[in-house]
């Protein structure tokens, strides 16, 4: 079965600078999608990035960019700039492409703070 | 377009009363899934939906039912409440479109029970 883990419960970036969020994923299937959502204290899922898994080259949106390792199985996100918008609990999650189900399956999350 | 929108957004039960929340989809997604989330757990999926008329079970189903007699509504409920189903539900539709998978979400329900 598919897992996602993310083992930084908690982390903390000073506002302007750089912080790297980990994710990690166990599957055997060579096929799929990997994303990062952001749930602000609005609670609503917003699709950050996401990359194919088909891709070598790392996906970036603005100042979010992954760094996508398939051999390793690890998915990080890193946040350029940080600004205090960024402030907000952070999902790992992993689909597998053609499945049945379609399910997305996530991590248990990183709460990111940013400090002014 | 709407998107995902969901009915409740907030509800407090007694426990072993029964409630109903209502998912609703304007993008005529065939796939419709309803998690909950709670502290350090992330979003756990309850059930889900491949297209109307048919449900299956996710990792948490115990104390949930389900339907999808519509497709572009997906119905999640609580039978006899119990304080261990207080936790935030989150609904939520898919799509694949030439190699493009996005899931797009609703507002979430807080549901506490008492």
């Known amino acids: 079965a598919q897992t996602v883990t993310q083992s930084q419960p908690e982390m903390s970036v000073q506002e302007a600078e750089t912080v790297t969020l980990s994710c990690t994923y166990d599957?055997?299937?060579?096929?799929?999608?990997l994303f990062w959502y952001k749930q602000p204290p609005s609670r609503q899922m917003i699709l950050v990035i996401r990359?194919?898994?088909?891709?070598?080259q790392n996906a970036t949106e603005n100042r979010f960019s992954v760094n996508f390792q398939k051999a390793a199985k690890s998915f990080s996100l890193k946040i350029s700039d940080s600004q205090l918008g960024d402030a907000a609990m952070y999902f790992c999650?992993?689909?597998?492409?053609?499945?049945?189900?379609?399910?997305?399956?996530f991590g248990t999350g990183t709460l990111l703070a940013v400090q002014p | 377009n709407a998107g995902v929108t969901q009915t409740p957004k907030f509800r407090v039960l007694k426990t072993g009363q029964s409630m109903t929340l209502l998912c609703a989809q304007d993008?005529?997604?065939?796939?419709m899934y309803w998690y909950r989330q709670d502290p350090g757990m992330g979003l756990r999926l309850i059930h889900y939906?491949?297209?109307?008329?048919?449900?299956a079970k996710g990792e948490v189903p115990d104390g949930y039912n389900v339907s999808r007699l519509k497709k572009q509504n997906f119905l999640l409920g609580l039978e006899s409440a119990a304080p261990s189903q207080t936790s935030v539900y989150f609904c939520?539709?898919?799509?694949?479109?030439?190699?493009?998978?996005?899931?797009?979400f609703g507002p979430g329900t807080r549901l506490t029970v008492t």
């Open positions: 939906s491949v297209g109307e008329g048919t449900t």
């Open positions: 599957t055997s299937e060579s096929d799929y999608y």
């Open positions: 999650a992993y689909v597998l492409y053609g499945g049945a189900t379609n399910k997305l399956i």
């Open positions: 993008m005529n997604h065939e796939y």
């Open positions: 990359q194919e898994a088909y891709k070598q």
């Open positions: 939520a539709s898919s799509y694949w479109a030439s190699s493009r998978y996005e899931q797009y």
